[in-house]
């Protein structure tokens, strides 16, 4: 697949998969051997369903949650995501459980593509500051 290709796929997985909450699109966009290493660890092999837990998890905690992809950059089947989170606070993240407030976070995910489909998903969330948004009055 081209680079682009590989960047519309990326933004489909933002929008479609966790914004809309297409679940029906998950073996469409994710390889059935897929890694998210958020699951399994950096280099860890995993499956599909490893995703569908992750999602399942975010769905279950945030609120309205909206994904937007900020900036892409991409090179061979490399795909770096620059993205926002938002939405409003429900259930445990990072260790706060639910507030009932709503926040707005940035994450680099690192994803691998083959084939049209995601291989390996990696992300680094700005944990220090989404708590400090669930939590003001500590920090």
Known sequence: MSIEANKALVERYY?????????????ELVAEDAADETAVGPGGTGTREDFREHLRVLWSTVKDVKATVEDLVAE????????????????????????????????????????????????????????????????
């Not at 770096?80 to 009932?100: L, N």
């Open 15 to 27: 929008h479609e998969l966790v914004s809309e909450q297409r679940i029906d699109l998950l073996e």
């Open 76 to 139: 061979g089947d490399l795909v770096i995501a620059y993205w926002r989170i938002e939405g409003v606070h429900v259930g445990p993240v990072f260790g706060v459980p639910g507030t009932g407030r709503s926040f707005t976070g940035h994450s680099i995910s690192r994803l691998t593509i083959r084939d049209g489909k995601v291989v390996r998903y990696n992300v680094l969330p700005d944990r220090l500051g989404i708590i400090r948004q669930l939590t003001p009055a500590a920090v």
